[in-house]
């Protein structure tokens, strides 16, 4: 082959590679674009249905309101007893996920060998791969048999069962991702620590957690995140029942499970009962918004730099 054939055939694939280097960030930007417009998409029609919603009942009333009955002439629409059930549900589920995955990061991270952490996480993060319906019926069909010998007074469908096992689901997102924060942690600054003296738990507690501190009050937040969203297994295990009640052992209802509810029932589209489904997840939207934000919050803040 001559030289000018060659020179020819290099800057023949020098143009495609140029145009296909040209078209790549308008692809990328495109992907970018729809994720955008996704979002927009769902805000849209979220705050429609919702001011929809807001037209026919006061928002005062429904946000101040103890009473949900959703059903019949004179319906009341109090959202108060699904926010109680939601966020009653997240402090049982968080009271049980943050201990537990907080002391498993730490012996992953400052005890556990390498073969174990090898064994151990990956085992650790099957929980996370459960789908959440076998989790539902593990706190309908077990866990709440289980707290019923000890808990004469427990209902068959109460917010503690739910809640306990969500905080099960929830360990693996708490230990993994505080894991990674305190292995992030330079291994001089654990190593300047022992050399004055400091037992390894003071370097674990004194050292590493403050430094870490930003990954793992992010992964507790994100938990709780994952927490006010989650929808099986309360649906399956914390009943219908719209009680405005801090009392653990009764049926409550979530904003998720109401919001199942609707839209597995009858509720004719334009009527208030569906506008009604619109305005909780508006609302569930803006407390899942609002914990994502405090968690990039605290990340920025508290990030330390090594």
Known sequence: MKIRDLIDEKKKTKSIGNSVEKLIPGILLGIAVISILTTVGILLTLITETVLFFQEVPIISFFTGTELKPLGEH??????????????STLIAMLVAIPIGLMTAIYLSEYA???ARKILKPILEILAGIPTIVYGFFAFTFVTPLLRSFIPG????????????MGIMIIPMVASLSEDAMSSVPNA????ALALGSTKLEVTWKVVLPAAISGIIASFVLGISRAIG?????TIASGSSKNFTFDVTQSMQTMTAYIVEVTGGEAAAGTTLYHSLYAVAFTLFVFTLIMNMIAQYISR??????
């Open 189 to 192: 600054m654990r190593e300047g």
């Open 113 to 115: 060998s390498e073969k």
């Open 154 to 165: 427990l209902e068959p469908t109460n917010i503690l069962s739910p809640g306990i096992v």
């Open 301 to 306: 803040k508290y990030r330390e730099e090594y």
């Open 75 to 88: 319906a009341v629409f109090g959202v108060l007893p699904l926010l109680t059930g939601t966020l009653i």
């Open 230 to 234: 989650e929808t099986m297994i309360v």
